[in-house]
């Protein structure tokens, strides 16, 4: 059965993406128009434009576009969702961010002292790894789908327990808790392997987990999150089954596998950038370093000679 059938309004998310375009347009107002206001601000540059946006688009496709109704459908296009959402829209909206803009931001008196707790970096990745675990269990997570007003809280803290993880890997602002070199693919691997137990529990579970995708009345339920209640109800609809040949199980394991595999995906390319950013220093300073080791072998000559 084709999707259509519930509507432009579920499909689109024009009120969704009707406040993603004023946030758009707030953080080029602020940025480039009333930029004067602020202290120690700077013209804002195109990549930073260009990540944002990219971010705000990839936002709406996987939170107002059919992606999300099929979210409420399939597992598997859940999982898709959470991976884009908590693995590559965070970095996206921190870089696209002035580094003048978040000091600004984080200098607030009562902003201060709750980001530089949940900021530092074994902090986060706790924080995260707990919280996206947390949500999988199949108790809390049908509790989740079953109201709006809960679902809209526990994404916001999903998604802020995602944008302090990645903090210390791309954020540039001095001062603030943040790694260098080696030492963020050792942080990025430890995310990988903290993610790996849920997403494990959910491939290889021998019984699909979520009522939200297996029992009529709680999947009706979770769709009142996106699909308008009387377009609801006239449908006569009897569970997600009806749009998909896959069993609940298949279902399952394939978005176990999808948030896996886009996890991995994701994290090469990150892995990539830290790696080559460590090697483009190492090779711009170069003779720095071999200046160095030559004055702390003649420091030990010295030494030895006067020992």
């Not at 347009?25 to 013209?43: A, G, H, Q, T």
């Not at 693919?185 to 019984?207: D, E």
């Not at 609809?237 to 999808?258: A, H, K, N, Y």
């Not at 886009?262 to 990150?270: A, D, G, R, S």
């Amino acid at each position: 059965m084709p999707i259509s059938i519930f509507g432009f309004q579920a499909l689109w998310s024009p009120v969704y993406l009707g406040v993603l375009v004023l946030i758009t347009m707030l953080y080029f107002l602020v940025l480039v128009k009333w930029r004067s206001k602020f202290e120690k601000s700077e013209p804002l540059k195109v990549k930073e434009a260009g990540l944002f946006v990219s971010g705000m688009v990839l936002l709406y496709a996987v939170k107002g576009a059919p992606t999300d109704l099929l979210g409420h459908i399939l597992f598997s296009f859940h999982m898709a969702q959470m991976a884009i959402l908590l693995l590559l829209i965070p970095p996206l909206f921190i870089m696209g961010i002035p580094a003048w803009a978040w000091r600004a931001f984080i200098e607030l008196p009562v902003i201060k002292p709750i980001f530089n707790f949940f900021s530092k970096p074994m902090m986060a990745i706790i924080l995260f790894s707990m919280v996206f675990s947390f949500y999988h269990i199949p108790l809390i997570f049908d509790f989740v789908k079953q109201g709006a007003l809960i679902h809209g809280i526990v994404n916001v803290i999903l998604f802020t327990s995602a944008m302090f993880y990645w903090w210390p890997i791309v954020n540039t602002l001095e001062g603030t808790h943040k790694f260098h070199g080696l030492k963020k693919l050792g942080y990025l691997f430890g995310l990988s392997v903290t993610l790996t137990p849920a997403c494990a529990l959910i491939i290889f579970g021998g019984n699909p987990f979520y009522a939200t995708y297996t029992d009529g009345e709680a999947w009706l339920q979770a769709m009142a999150l996106c699909v308008p209640t009387g377009t609801l109800s006239q449908l006569g609809l009897s569970g997600p089954e009806m749009f998909s040949s896959m069993t609940p199980l298949e279902d399952q394991r394939t978005g176990g596998i999808v948030m896996k595999v886009l996890q991995e995906l994701v994290f090469t390319v990150f892995l990539w950038l830290v790696f080559y950013e460590w090697l483009r220093n190492e090779n711009d300073n170069a003779d720095e370093i071999t200046a160095k080791a030559l004055r702390d072998r003649e420091a030990m000559a010295y030494h030895r000679h006067n020992a």
